[in-house]
DNA sequence: CCTGGAGTTGTCCTA
DNA sequence: TTAGGACAACTCCAG
């Protein structure tokens, strides 16, 4: 008899440094599936951006299965249902898996082990896409950590993480296997295509991630400390998307950062700083496995009644990058175009949506959520918070980013906001993030008309940083 | 249990 | 022009 087994695929879109998928190729033949549930995570399923990606990671899986001859097999419906169905189909005494780490994962994943256990089959569940499991890392007195220098560093006490692993040779099964096709999912937009010319920016599956990775650290590491803040600058890994999706995995990037530092020892501190942003992914991770609500409320309880606004317009207003300040509308265009935007300046922008305009954290993570490829509930939620100042190790409640300060400072030049916000191309360098204050005939010269062709400033900075500094101070006056 | 240093990314005012 | 301190007080976490 044939011992068949089956590999879920989750948000572990690649073939090598997969260990389920390798122990899988222990048995004669393997199946593997993808499963479009899209009853998962109810709000939190994905969002447009996030469906291109996916769209593209499993064409790319597609390719390389196809490569050893083996069909990637596609289904829809209730997770539960399809494992146990398709497990009895093909005879499957055994199903396979990546561990995830959603405020729903656990219990979806006990679940689906009890129901395959009825017909004899057998669920084993492989680490997920992190560097250290989250019962693996704790303080002395055995609490998740919620401070990232203590998490990080008890992280870089542990062990290295495991060696990565090669692609395994899979045998795939010998008759054909129902699977439905990929472009009836309808992942990709289409009316509007609002993603056409994402192709030549991306490359989702396994080959990009290490392309974008190879690059990186041959090319731009070595001036990560300073360049990784200028968003002009290709300093950045512009991972994200690949880690989110799992085409690649966070101890391929540390063991390839720890390569790379032993032959170019100058680069090191900028090595270890990139690492320390994994690390941040890490941490998020870990506090959303250890505090599921953080998505959807404040992590310090403090801010339950923190006077929020709500004003539409105002929202309107940020989303569609019509602020008024250059470098928060360039930020916001960015994502808006290209489905990323450079992490300076998400912070800018979130600083910008929660002090300046008074709104909740959570409007700008639903709009991240919908627009950015990398959107990661683990990374967004955190962020936001860190940000909001309701976070795990938040940032303080008196740092409000000046945008042009932040813009004069990060995008002295003005490169980044020039190319995204282009009515203000012709502006002076002096004017460029803030041309409120330019003289008529500089603003003339440059042929922008504020109210016309680039709006007035939604709100004045001064006068919002001080609103914002009173609300947040009745925060203290809370018991 | 107590103690004390520390805490991703800033801004503004003053001297 | 520039450097330093204030901006709250709190919680975290190791010793």
Redesign the pocket.
């Known amino acids: 008899m044939t011992d068949t087994a089956l590999y879920w695929f989750r948000d572990d879109l690649r073939l090598t440094d997969l260990a389920g998928l390798a122990a899988a190729a222990a048995h004669d033949q393997v199946v593997p599936v993808y499963i479009r549930d899209t009853s998962l995570g109810g709000e939190w399923s994905p969002g447009g951006a996030s469906d291109w990606w996916l769209h593209g990671s499993l064409e790319s899986l597609q390719q390389d299965l196809q490569r050893q001859g083996i069909t990637l097999v596609l289904r829809t419906g209730d997770t539960q249902s399809v494992l146990s169905e398709l497990a009895q189909e093909i005879g499957a005494n055994s199903v396979y898996c990546s561990r995830h780490y959603q405020p729903w994962s656990a219990a979806l994943e006990r679940e689906i082990r009890d129901a395959l256990a009825q017909g004899d089959v057998t669920l084993k569940r492989y680490p997920g896409t992190l560097l250290h499991e989250p019962e693996d890392v704790a303080?002395?007195?055995g609490?998740?950590?919620?401070?990232?220098?203590?998490?990080?560093?008890?992280c870089l006490r542990r062990p290295d993480p495991a060696p990565t692993l090669p692609a395994p040779t899979l045998r795939g099964a010998d008759r054909r296997i129902a699977s439905e096709a990929l472009a009836d999912w309808q992942l990709l937009p289409t009316a509007p295509n609002w993603a056409a010319g994402w192709d030549a920016l991306w490359q989702p599956g396994e080959a990009g991630a290490h392309d974008a990775l190879a690059q990186f650290l041959a090319d731009h590491v070595q001036d990560y400390d300073d360049g990784?803040?200028i968003p002009s600058q290709p300093n950045t890994s512009r991972l994200s998307p690949y880690l989110r999706f799992g085409n690649i995995s966070p101890r391929q990037v540390w063991h390839a950062a720890q390569a790379c530092k032993a032959t170019r020892p100058a680069a090191a501190g900028d090595i270890d700083?990139f690492l320390?942003?994994i690390?941040?992914r890490e941490?998020c991770y870990h506090l959303l496995f250890h505090f599921p609500a953080m998505p959807d409320e404040a992590f310090?309880p403090k801010f339950a009644f923190f006077p929020w606004g709500s004003d539409r317009d105002r929202l309107r207003a940020w989303e569609r990058g019509q602020t008024g300040y250059p470098i928060v509308d360039a930020g916001m265009r960015e994502l808006w175009q290209t489905g990323f935007m450079h992490?300076?300046v998400?912070?800018?922008v979130a600083?910008f949506l929660t002090k300046h305009l008074l709104i909740n954290w959570r409007e700008g993570e639903r709009w991240f959520w919908d627009c950015l490829l990398d959107a990661d509930l683990a990374s967004n939620a955190?962020?936001w918070q860190?940000?909001g100042?309701s976070g795990?190790?938040?940032?303080?409640?008196?740092?409000?980013?000046?945008?042009?300060?932040?813009g004069e400072?990060f995008d002295k030049a003005g490169e980044y906001t020039r190319r995204w916000v282009p009515e203000l191309a012709n502006m002076p360098d002096k004017f460029l993030h803030k041309p409120w204050e330019a003289p008529a005939e500089i603003l003339a010269e440059a042929g922008v008309v504020l109210g016309d062709t680039y709006p007035e400033p939604l709100v004045d900075?001064?006068s919002a940083?001080e609103a914002a500094?009173s609300a947040?101070?009745t925060?203290?006056e809370l018991p």
């Not at 795990?392 to 932040?406: E, G, K, L, T």
Request: glycine residues 6%; proline residues 7%.
């Open positions: 303080t002395g007195g609490t998740p950590f919620k401070v990232f220098t203590p998490f990080w560093r008890a990784r803040d700083k320390s942003e690390g941040w941490f310090n992490n300076r998400r912070m800018v600083s955190c962020s860190w940000v100042g795990a190790d938040a940032s303080p409640y008196f740092r409000i980013f000046n945008p042009v300060a932040q400072k900075h001064k940083r500094l947040y101070s925060l203290k």
